[in-house]
C-alpha cells in the first residue's frame, strides 16, 4: 500500500499557477508615430487661419451651426492629448495589459480631428458630404468583408473576392441593360458571384488545391475575361450592353431630416440599405443559429465536426457560394449605384482591401464593418482634400487608403488568429 508523506506539499490548483503573459508593444509605437507626425505637422509645419467644419444639410430638420477651429491652435492641444493616449498606452502594456479598442478608437478620431483642420486651414470642410461619400465607398467593402468572414469561418481562405466583384459588376451592369431592369441585374450579380466561388470551392475542397493559389488564379482569370468582353462586347454596343441603369436614392421619411446622420444612412439606394440588413442577419446567424454553429465548428475543427455527423465538405461548399453571393452584390453596388457604365477593371483592387477588412476585424461581422467603414472613409478623405487643394501631396492623398490598410492590419491588429482550419483541405479519414 502506498502512503502519502505528511511533509509533502499538496500540488498547485490551477488557478494558482503564474500565468504567462506577453506583452505587445505595437499600439504604444503606433501611437508613438503618429504622434511624432502630429508634431511636425500640426507644430513644427503649423498654418495659420480657421477651418470651418460645416454640420447642416439642405433638408434637416434644424441646421447645426458651423464649427469653426482654429488650425494652430486645434493642433496644440490634439498633439497634447495624443502624447496623454501615448502615456496611457504605454502604462496598460507594462502593466501587462492590453490597450483597450475604445483607446485606439479615441486617438484615430482626435489625429483625423486635426488632420482635417491643418490640412483645410482657411477653408471648409463638409462633414455631410464627407460622411456620405465615405459610406458611399464602403458598401462594396462591407459586402466583400461579410463573404470573407462567412467563407473564412467555415475554413476556407477567400482571396477571390475580387474577382467575384469584377464578376459581379459586369453580369449586373450587362444584365440590367438588356431587361431595363436594375433589380435583376442585382439577381445577376448574385449568380455571377456564386458561379465564381463554386470554383473556388471545387477546387479547393474538391481537389485540394492550395486556396491562396486558386484565389490569386481567379482574380487574374475574371480581370483578364471581363477587360476582353468589355472590349469586344461591352465597348461596341453601349447603347444596348452597358447603359448604366442604376437604382434611384431612397428617402426614409423623417429619418433622412436628422442632421447630419439623416443625410448619410437615410437618403441611400436599394443595394446600400441591403448592407445593413446583410450585416445583422449575418452577425445573428453566424452566433445566435443553428447554422452558424454548424459552419463555426467546420472552421475550427473539421474532424470533430465530422464526427458528430456534419458533412464538412458539403457545408464548406455552400458556404463559400453564398460568400460568394454577398460579395457579388458589392459589386452590384459599383454599377448600380456608384459608377453606372461598366468599364475594365472598375474595382481597383477593392476586394483585397475587404479582405484586410476581414483581418483587421478578427473575422467578426461588426468589426470587419468598422474595418470596411474605416477604409471607405480614408478613400474618401482623399478626394475631400483633393478638391479643396490641400497642402498633401497628391500622391499620398492616393495611397491614403492602402497606407491605412497596412498600417490596420500589420500595426495595430497584432497577433490575431483565425479560425483554427482555415485554409487547411479536410481529408475525411
Do not use: C
Not at 496644440?76 to 492590453?98: K, M
Amino acid at each position: 500500500m502506498s502512503t502519502i508523506s505528511p511533509t509533502a506539499a499538496p500540488a498547485p490548483a490551477l488557478s494558482d499557477r503564474p500565468v504567462e503573459t506577453t506583452r505587445s508593444w505595437k499600439a504604444p509605437i503606433g501611437f508613438a508615430v503618429f504622434t511624432v507626425l502630429a508634431v511636425l505637422f500640426f507644430g513644427v509645419l503649423h498654418r495659420s487661419g480657421d477651418t470651418t467644419f460645416r454640420l447642416a444639410n439642405g433638408g434637416d430638420f434644424f441646421a447645426l451651426p458651423n464649427v469653426l477651429l482654429p488650425a494652430t491652435g486645434t493642433g496644440i492641444v490634439v498633439i497634447v492629448l495624443l502624447a496623454l493616449v501615448t502615456v496611457y498606452a504605454v502604462v496598460e502594456v507594462r502593466g501587462s495589459r492590453r490597450v483597450p479598442l475604445w483607446v485606439t478608437a479615441v486617438f484615430a478620431v482626435l489625429f483625423v480631428i486635426g488632420f482635417l483642420t491643418w490640412s483645410a486651414a482657411g477653408d471648409t470642410i463638409p462633414v455631410p458630404g464627407l460622411l456620405v461619400g465615405a459610406l458611399g465607398l464602403s458598401v462594396p467593402l462591407v459586402f466583400g468583408a461579410l463573404g470573407g468572414v462567412i467563407s473564412e469561418r467555415v475554413g476556407v481562405v477567400n482571396i477571390a473576392i475580387e474577382g467575384q466583384f469584377l464578376a459581379g459588376a459586369f453580369t449586373s451592369a450587362m444584365i440590367a441593360s438588356l431587361t431595363g431592369s436594375a433589380w435583376v441585374g442585382l439577381v445577376g450579380a448574385l449568380i455571377a458571384g456564386v458561379l465564381v466561388s463554386f470554383v473556388l470551392a471545387a477546387f479547393s475542397i474538391k481537389y485540394l488545391v492550395d486556396q491562396v493559389i486558386v484565389g490569386v488564379v481567379i482574380n487574374a482569370f475574371i480581370s483578364g475575361l471581363t477587360g476582353f468582353l468589355y472590349s469586344q462586347v461591352l465597348s461596341p454596343n453601349e447603347q444596348t450592353l452597358n447603359i448604366g441603369i442604376r437604382f434611384p436614392k431612397i428617402e426614409i421619411p423623417l429619418l433622412h431630416q436628422i442632421p447630419v446622420i439623416g443625410p448619410v444612412f437615410f437618403e441611400q439606394t436599394v443595394v446600400v440599405y441591403l448592407a445593413y440588413v446583410a450585416v445583422a442577419v449575418v452577425t445573428f446567424a453566424l452566433f445566435k443559429t443553428r447554422w452558424g454553429l454548424r459552419l463555426r465548428a467546420v472552421g475550427e475543427h473539421p474532424q470533430a465536426a465530422d464526427t458528430v455527423g456534419i458533412n464538412v465538405a458539403r457545408t464548406r461548399f455552400w458556404n463559400v457560394s453564398l460568400a460568394g453571393a454577398i460579395a457579388g452584390l458589392g459589386g452590384a453596388y459599383f454599377t448600380l449605384d456608384a459608377v453606372g457604365p461598366f468599364t475594365k477593371d472598375m474595382t481597383a483592387g477593392a476586394g483585397y482591401i475587404a479582405l484586410a477588412a476581414v483581418i483587421f476585424g478578427r473575422w467578426d461581422p461588426i468589426r470587419a464593418t468598422l474595418a470596411a467603414l474605416l477604409f471607405g472613409f480614408a478613400s474618401n478623405l482623399q478626394n475631400i482634400l483633393g478638391a479643396i487643394d490641400s497642402p498633401v501631396p497628391s500622391e499620398f492623398l492616393l495611397m491614403l487608403p492602402y497606407v491605412v490598410t497596412i498600417f490596420a492590419v500589420a500595426g495595430l491588429v497584432g497577433q490575431s488568429r483565425g479560425p483554427a482550419a482555415t485554409g487547411k483541405p479536410y481529408i475525411k479519414s
